[in-house]
């Protein structure tokens, strides 16, 4: 069975607020990746090459130091566990891993191995050159017992493992399998970030994670369309005992592929920057959403939400939780009108993240009983003023301590869904107290709407709105149209036209 429809977004939003309960146990190549930018101006007088200025550098983590980072920056525990060299790119990268706070005992230093290091040299955010330092070779024998040794006390308190294999020789010569049959042993899932063409050294892990042309290399036949993705799949799973295949396909998205089921599912459009780790994003928000109790369709949703934002970046990128449910909102909010309707915790990191997009985000507020012209007309205008508006609703209780025991006219539900469906509303927040106050500063909105029938002074959090550097906006009412007189006309049994 083949589906297309995305996952409902409730699970995917649990999901993720369950992330920092999660704990990550990563296996793999770590590398060190450096970033040299400058300005090329003249050729060099010594041959016909340009000379490039430097006008500064940085350092990351790549390979499984970056699928650690991702895990740690969407706010779960990582622990890695490899073999590094004890030279200064290994010295660099424990003391990148201990600065995030993970747990190095499982990090072995090693004088006859040298940690792989990748330096890309650019003018002008154009790479010129990457020049590589590494030795690729299997662990020996002592090495091997010792990081088996390392995997196995650190198995005892991690809910998932992600084995990341950029060919750089830890998960080499059976590595890989032993670690895999350990996890199914005890129960724990194993997915594996695949290297190569040979998948059977994966052979009993719960998922791996290709993209599209590595997909096509281990089965030997190019792969695009749909059913092609899907054949290839299955045609791994039977052959290497593998519970799903998470295939990644580019601007196209992702799909999900067991023995029976197979789902895809579309990307966002995005200006793509730079793909450079995208694929340790994918993994690690993969495996965090399956720890948190996401469905491998929910978990799915959510890694190719994930790098759907770090594609948007430069260099070896990571994203926080505020990115990553704000690239859910915008995957879901035109199919889906109930995925405007957010809780007070969701619709703070929603405002956290577009304002992390640089986008302005309104805020205004009412009982919206009765949605008539005058409804319609303000929040038309009160979204004019920004680029994203909240509405906060006033709860039923809310609504019948304010407006008498006959209110409201429609429940909370059917209010909400009808507001999330208009398309001047963004989000919806129901809040249960008299007044929208807590919720005004949970939010801090740069722009605070009401009607011209208040005055700047008597709107409710105008002074915590413009002490943040916000401004309060009031519109005019259209003659007329309110939710009085509509009631009003009702029950008088005339029209409200």
């Known amino acids: 069975m083949i589906k297309h429809n995305p996952p409902s977004p409730e699970p995917l939003h649990r999901a993720i607020a369950r992330f920092g309960q999660a704990t990550v146990l990563v296996v793999g190549d770590f590398i060190l990746d450096r970033f040299v930018n400058g300005v090329i101006e003249r050729i060099s007088p010594e041959a016909p090459i340009p000379v490039l200025h430097g006008r500064g550098e940085t350092s990351t983590m790549g390979g499984a130091g970056n699928v650690v980072a991702n895990i740690v920056s969407l706010g779960a525990s990582a622990v890695p566990v490899s073999v590094i060299g004890a030279d200064a790119a290994g010295d660099n990268l424990v003391r990148m891993l201990r600065e995030l706070g993970a747990d190095t005992a499982g990090l072995a230093q090693e ?9 890309r040299f650019s003018a002008l955010n154009q790479q010129v050159l990457r020049f590589d330092e590494e030795e690729i070779k299997p662990l020996d024998a002592a090495e091997r017992d010792g990081l088996i040794q390392h995997f196995r006390a650190a198995l005892t308190r991690a809910d998932i493992v992600i084995l990341s294999d950029y060919g750089k020789g830890i998960l080499l010569d059976g590595v890989a399998g032993d670690l895999i049959t350990i996890c199914r042993e005890v129960g724990k899932p194993v997915l594996v970030d695949p290297k190569g063409r040979d998948y059977a050294r994966y052979a009993g892990a719960t998922a ?52 029976t ?89 929603m405002v956290a993240a577009w304002k992390e997009e640089g986008l302005s985000v309104g805020f205004t507020n009412g009982c919206f009983d009765i949605l008539h012209a005058g409804h319609v007309s303000l929040l038309h205008a009160a979204r004019s003023q920004c680029d994203r508006l909240v ?52 939010l801090l909105p740069d722009i605070l709407v009401k009607g011209a029938d208040y005055t700047i002074d008597t709107v409710v959090g105008a002074d915590v709105v413009r002490k943040a550097g916000g401004r309060v906006v009031l519109i005019d009412l259209v003659a007329g149209k309110s939710t009085t007189n509509t009631i009003g006309k009702l029950r008088a049994g005339g029209t409200t036209s």
């Open 111 to 119: 004088r006859g191995r040298m940690t792989s290091s990748k330096s």
């Open 208 to 259: 791996i994670t290709p993209n599209r042309k590595e997909l096509g290399e281990a089965v030997g036949r190019a792969v695009f369309a749909d059913d092609e993705i899907v054949e290839a799949a299955r045609q791994l799973i039977s052959a290497h005992g593998f519970d799903l295949v998470v295939a990644t396909r580019s601007e196209k998205g992702m799909s999900v592929i067991d023995s």
């Open 391 to 442: 509405l906060g609703l006033n709860s039923d209780a809310s609504v019948r301590r304010l407006k008498g025991a006959g209110r409201p006219v429609n429940d909370q539900h059917d209010r909400a869904c009808v507001l999330a469906a208009l398309a001047s509303v963004d989000a919806v927040v129901v809040f249960e107290e008299d007044t929208p106050l807590a919720l005004i500063e949970a």
């Open 261 to 349: 089921e197979a789902r895809h599912i579309a990307t966002q459009a995005r200006e793509v920057f730079d793909v450079s780790g995208a694929g340790d994003t994918v993994i690690a928000s993969f495996a965090l959403a399956l720890a948190a109790g996401a469905d491998p369709a929910a978990a799915a949703s959510i890694a190719n939400a994930a790098g759907g934002v770090v594609v948007g970046k430069r260099g070896t990128a990571r994203l926080t939780v505020e990115e990553l449910t704000g690239a859910l909102f915008r995957s879901h909010g035109p199919t889906a009108h109930k995925d405007a309707i957010l809780d007070a915790t969701s619709a703070a990191r």
